[in-house]
């Protein structure tokens, strides 16, 4: 097998570099290498400086085997790409006469007149090889620097997208390489280094497939990374981990890939035909708003309240006004009587009831900012469990949605 | 005038390489550094692989003052930042004793016993420094590398920005160079294409200060960027074309900098001490849940109903049954009786309602996908807008969010 052809992404742009702009072009070019079975091994964000990108260019040929560059090939005086290459190349911009019948041919469909500061675009370094920009007017340039063939595209993302399909992506197949698949596993239940624990020598690294963990908010999610020469082989390499994966870590795990906590719950309150209702505190809504993302949820969810005063609480969901007077807003009872008045109410056989601290304020020592109580009511029984979430007030909020459709998934699969 | 502070940003981790995050730290810390005056020359990106690491930051050690890295200070095999910065540093990882109570504090918290895995986080390169992480266990390091000050965060998006501006942001203030403050209005209710006809030559490139403009789901965003030798000389520059702005704009406007729709309306609903409720079908609780993202939005809001089946529509909120069954639950009449009776229902001054067809499915030919009927009640009137909104299920779902606090955002100044 040949050895594995390794790429190096380049990102060009003050708009990126000053932050204003998040690129999205490194992400999914490096998608589509791992699919080609290229590797990247760096990925560099360089603003429009002549002299920076001259000496990127000059730094990253001698590191691999192909660039991928985007951007800085535009119209304007601050587009520099292509006068930084025909100086790394030691060679004039030359006056590229197809280049610029294709660029005045798109001002033709458009019926505009082609403004004077497009001609800069079809000025091509001596040597180089021109590829068609088929949705703008910058045409991308391919050449040779260093140990590296070098790829020079558009930085508006649709374009980019197109010339690498059309022009890049053949050359680099067969690169010798395998391709990456990935599957990923979500969890919710235990952190970041339990799990860890729990796989221990499954997370060693180094192997094939390669297993590892990012966390957000109390999800953490497994990457299962397989190298193979097809995809079907490294499908097959996958499976069988993903298996060992989910017979260690059990109901921790909710779902694979695109799955959310709201899809699972949504999917397996579908099979069982079952419905459901919330009654909101403390998320004001966001256990709703999960859910309903999901489209075709009308069939199972019936809806909720966002109580967030006392008043609706009582008015809307007949919470006992005495217990809130004395145990408070933030308490068990007042939970479970949300989780099991809406219930009632809406005449469904499951409902969600929280109430809690997100702060900034209203914290006190017994009950501190974070203190959530979350109810599930269903089944002929109620279940309350209290927490108390780390972070902002953002934090506790999203810790709380997610806590609570964890609870009700993990009820529905008992 | 001091030489100004060059940085180099690092982001670190085999899912940002690999394309299956996108990174957002790297344009979150150039705004920083921009706002701070120092120049942020390059952002390199790259997997969990320690030779590469060390490889890197010993290149970029030597190339700028100030290195902001961050990824890879996990508990898991896989991070691998610690242990490269101590091969660059040619010093052996240290247990430090005041890291491990901050960890095993973190855990007491949670009321969750701390794994084994993470007392790698308390090992600390002889001689660094340690920044304390207030919202997750990786503690941040500090070190010097070549010429350049480096500061090592965790890659989780939260606790990196609360790192930077707990223990770094002061450090690199007074970095000399001019700054560049950036001014940003927002508006509601015109296209961008629109706006850029509005404004005409005030958003001509070149200029300092420099107008321009990002857009997305019904919001356009206007950037003023100044630059000048201090924060208060850039501020004065920016003043007049912000009123110049502003009288173009006039109540498109409704906000500025981290102001957004919800604060807004809450705010000014504050002013007038005035109330509110939501009713919501196709929205399903994200109207509430933007209205109580704001902290003290329980002095005006008084909560909401999610009546996303038609049941819901007539048991909480009295809508007419004969007219949800004539003309339908996305329909004139049924968003002003949801609005009206949740005002009646709830004691509120002002009320929400909104029914509409989300899809991908639903649609009709009277009715298309994204239809949607908006209605605000209060203050002895009620309005009711219809809209077809462009989009999939999340894209018409956010634009009616925006579109109907905007709504209510207008008619509270009036």
């Avoid at 790429?7 to 060009?12: G, P, R, V």
Wanted: neutral net charge; hydrophobic residues 45%; charged residues 20%.
């Amino acid at each position: 097998m040949m050895s594995k052809m390794k790429a190096i992404l380049l990102s060009i742009g003050d708009e990126l570099i000053l932050g204003q702009t998040v690129d999205t072009n490194a992400a999914w070019l490096s998608q589509r290498c791992a699919a080609l079975g290229v590797k990247v091994i760096e990925h560099a964000t360089i603003g429009d400086d002549l002299n920076l990108i001259a000496a990127t260019l000059r730094r990253v040929g001698g590191n691999c085997d192909v660039i991928l560059a985007s951007g800085g090939l535009g119209p304007t005086d601050d587009d520099l790409t292509r006068h930084a290459l025909a100086e790394v190349l030691g060679v004039e911009l030359e006056f590229n006469k197809s280049a610029m019948s294709r660029i005045q041919a798109f001002y033709d469909l458009l019926k505009r007149p082609m403004p004077e500061a497009n001609h800069i675009q079809a000025m091509i370094p001596v040597g180089c090889e021109v590829m068609e920009n088929t949705c703008g007017t910058a045409p991308g340039i391919s050449a040779r620097i260093g140990r590296a063939q070098a790829f020079f595209m558009p930085g508006v993302p649709r374009e980019m997208f197109v010339m690498f399909t059309k022009c890049i992506e053949q050359r680099l197949q067969n690169a010798g390489g395998n391709v990456l698949v990935t599957r990923v596993l979500h969890t919710c239940g235990a952190g970041e280094s339990n799990i860890a624990e729990m796989l221990g020598d499954m997370m060693v690294r180094g192997r094939n497939p390669l297993v590892n963990s990012t966390a957000q908010q109390g999800l953490v999610s497994l990457r299962i990374n397989a190298q193979a020469p097809t995809e079907l082989a490294a499908r097959e390499m996958i499976a069988p981990v993903e298996t060992a994966l989910r017979n260690r870590l059990g109901k921790l795990v909710f779902g694979a890939d695109e799955e959310t906590l709201s899809s699972v719950v949504v999917e397996r309150l579908m099979e069982m035909k079952a419905s459901l209702a919330t009654a909101e505190s403390c998320t004001g809504g966001w256990i709703a708003r999960e859910l309903t993302d999901i489209a075709g949820v009308s069939a199972v969810y019936l809806g909720g309240w966002v109580v967030y005063n006392n008043q609706a609480k009582v008015r809307d969901l007949n919470v006992d006004a005495t217990v809130l007077n004395q145990e408070g807003a933030v308490s068990e009872p007042v939970a479970r009587q949300l989780a099991e008045n809406a219930c009632k109410r809406a005449g469904a056989d499951y409902a969600i009831g929280v109430t809690g601290i997100a702060g900034p304020t209203g914290g006190t020592t017994q009950k501190p900012v974070g203190t959530v109580y979350i109810a599930i009511a269903g089944g002929g029984s109620t279940q309350v469990e209290r927490f108390i979430f780390p972070g902002d007030r953002d934090g506790v909020r999203r810790r709380t949605v997610n806590y609570a459709l964890n609870l009700l998934r993990l009820r529905l699969i008992e």
